[in-house]
């Protein structure tokens, strides 16, 4: 929590040397005990401007040799280290013969940290870290697709060289590590973000300073609510509790854009027949007459009345994908060009012109409202002609090659599609809306992975990652995969499954009964015990229903994510520093499903005692159990006796 400032002279500032350069190698403050916050010093190297942070006589945080670079420089020696009320202001030369100033404003359990180069226009402004002080890194949100999603972030190499407000992965400027500290940077500006070599990399582009905010806290729970405190927790969750009880199915990864109104109808039928069937069919990609037109394809889908009441027959709600790019040969294009609807080039007065998965496009300029009131109206014109029920908003609000409206910032583009978007029921699709937007209480789901083993892990890990930057309400990918690749093999398939019924949400579309090979268009027919193993997660995850409604609301009072890494509740067992495939959903069920190829794991239990659904046993914690026999219609997961909520799940999971 935000315990306010603290007044420097209280808690002592010791500083050396004098005349034009500070003599001495470090000016220090020390910031004491307060409550739960735990105290901490915060130095300044003289020598070569930088930082560091101790907490209770140990290093967590240290900034690299080079801390504070810009277009044109490094900041060097120091010249002088001042008082400015509660603020430390360190002034220093650089490389490119330009003065740079930092400030540091000490609080109980955090400090601000920012700095500025004078005479320098803006442009880059990079911090560089030390990553071997720190321990393990985490946060960040997604990599960019077609790359590795390291966990911790820190075991791999991270480039986002495009890591911005606008981008469709889900990414936030907030980075946390194994010591318990936290680095919060303030900015509405794309950034350039990357971790090797043992150092992390830091730069916020088109900017005259840099802006962040250090927590130091004594656990990595206490660093995310201090994050939740800043950023907002949920006001609210946009789904409802059939969208938490039940399957979302969604027709991508099923057919892709080989997609039709008999094909739909079947696959539904399918469904519902396996016993799989969820709270709503979505049709995906293609329905279109053309890509923004938002009107049915008529050669496809030649009676869409018909198709909703079929589906509504089937007891669920429909919904359909969209986005707000406007392929440039859509008729809504021309429309939208001539009325001024579309977002600006950077120079010239005409739209600014995209390239998306599915072609050339213009995008709606959301800081234009008769720009959003057109687009919404287009939609509930749908809804009312047909009557869908809700959509699958898949887009970027922006996009960083384009020009700002009004003087909006492109985080100003994202909270304002969250407020456009949030009138409309998103069926547990949610929307990837981030920097900022946690207040929203959308679902988030992590972005396209592969249909394979790998495809799975990293969408677990993205999931993981999502929750703990703030979004409490996630979903992996697609069940299975959603990539344009060959379906996930039958163990795969029930594989994710099975992990999905351990999350808050399921979101499913390749059938557990017969799917088509998207690259030889020939189909596929799953062994029956697929579907068998497939309906069994779904009764899992419908078991958790009443138990997740309690997380849900507890994720809305205070912010606190559903699924979290076990550390966040057992912040002293550190052999979870490094685990991708145990998480705890709730405080009272260990999660510990199999991800890779096998029949059997270790899992490795936290203190206390474990029941275990599968064996009716009771395990004792502290320990590894190794090699834990999971066949495939096994789901290794194990409910902490005592916990809230703990009764409740032995009951449901041992029916």
Avoid at 490 to 512: C, D, H, I
Avoid at 523 to 534: D, F, M
Avoid at 546 to 559: F, I, P, R, S
């Amino acid at each position: 929590m935000h315990r306010g400032k603290l007044a420097l002279g209280i808690v002592g500032l010791l500083l050396a040397g004098a005349g034009p350069a500070v003599a001495a190698q470090q000016a220090s403050v020390l910031i004491p005990r307060s409550g739960d916050a735990p105290g901490y010093q915060l130095r300044i190297t003289t020598a070569h401007l930088g930082i560091s942070v101790s907490r209770d006589g140990e290093q967590v945080l240290r900034t690299a040799p080079d801390a504070f670079t810009f277009a044109g420089g490094v900041a060097t020696r120091v010249r002088s280290v001042v008082k400015q009320g509660d603020t430390l202001v360190a002034e220093a030369d650089s490389t490119a013969g330009k003065p740079v100033t930092l400030r540091l404003t000490p609080k109980a359990d955090r400090f601000d940290l920012s700095w500025s180069v004078g005479g320098e226009p803006p442009g880059d402004r990079a911090t560089h870290f030390d990553l071997a002080t720190s321990g393990h890194w985490y946060g960040g949100g997604e990599t960019s697709e077609g790359k590795t999603q390291p966990y911790p972030l820190s075991a791999g190499v991270v480039d986002e060289p495009e890591f911005s407000p606008a981008s469709y992965m889900m990414q936030e400027p907030y980075f946390s590590t194994s010591k318990s500290v936290g680095v919060f940077v303030r900015t509405a500006q794309p950034m350039k973000v990357a971790l090797a070599t043992g150092r992390a990399d830091l730069a916020v582009t088109g900017s005259a300073d840099f802006s962040s905010t250090v927590f130091v806290e004594s656990s990595r729970r206490a660093v995310y609510d201090d994050y939740v405190g800043e950023v907002g927790k949920p006001r609210k969750s946009d789904a409802t509790d059939a969208e938490y009880a039940s399957p979302l199915w969604n027709s991508w990864a099923q057919y892709y854009r080989n997609i039709d109104q008999d094909k739909v109808v079947a696959w539904a039928r399918d469904l519902k027949a396996a016993n799989v069937a969820g709270h709503t069919v979505q049709l995906d990609d293609k329905w279109e007459s053309n890509y923004g037109n938002l009107t049915f394809d008529a050669k496809t889908f030649p009676d869409p009345k018909k198709l909703v009441d079929d589906i509504h027959g089937m007891g669920q709600k429909f919904g359909l994908w969209t986005t707000f790019w406007i392929n440039l040969d859509s008729a809504n294009y021309a429309y939208a060009r001539d009325h001024g609807y579309l977002l600006r080039a950077k120079t010239g007065a005409e739209p600014c012109t995209v390239k998306w998965w599915n072609g050339t496009a213009g995008i709606i300029d959301l800081g234009n409202p008769q720009a959003r009131a057109w687009y919404t109206g287009n939609l509930r014109a749908l809804m009312a002609s047909y009557g869908v029920d809700g959509f699958k908003f898949d887009t970027r609000f922006f996009d960083d090659s384009c020009a700002t409206s009004n003087g909006l910032t492109p985080q100003d583009y994202q909270r304002l599609g969250a407020d456009m978007t949030d009138a409309f029921d998103q069926q547990g699709a949610g929307i990837r809306t981030h920097w900022g937007t946690q207040r929203y209480g959308f679902v988030i789901r992590a972005v396209d992975a592969d249909t394979t083993w790998d495809g799975l892990r990293t969408s677990v890990r993205r999931a993981s990652v999502i929750s703990t930057d703030g979004y409490p309400f996630v979903e992996t990918d697609m069940i299975g995969g959603s990539n344009s690749e060959p379906p996930p093999t039958p163990e795969v398939l029930v594989r994710w499954a099975q992990a999905a019924s351990l999350m808050p949400l399921m979101y499913s579309s390749t059938s557990p009964v017969t799917t088509v090979d998207t690259t030889t268009g020939q189909p596929v027919t799953y062994p029956a015990g697929t579907a068998e193993r497939y309906a069994d997660a779904v009764r899992t995850h419908s078991k958790l229903a009443g138990y997740l409604k309690t997380q849900v609301n507890q994720a809305v009072a205070d912010g606190t994510p559903i699924m979290r890494p076990v550390f966040f509740d057992f912040p002293r067992d550190h052999r979870f520093d490094t685990i991708d495939d145990e998480w705890l959903l709730g405080p009272a069920l260990l999660a510990a499903p199999m991800i890779s190829a096998g029949t059997s794991r270790d899992v490795v239990l936290p203190a206390g005692l474990w029941f275990d659904p599968h064996t009716k046993r009771v395990e004792l914690g502290g320990r590894t159990l190794h090699d834990y026999a999971a066949p495939l219609d096994v789901t290794p997961m194990f409910v902490r006796l005592g916990a809230p909520g703990a009764a409740g799940l032995v009951a449901a999971l041992s029916r």
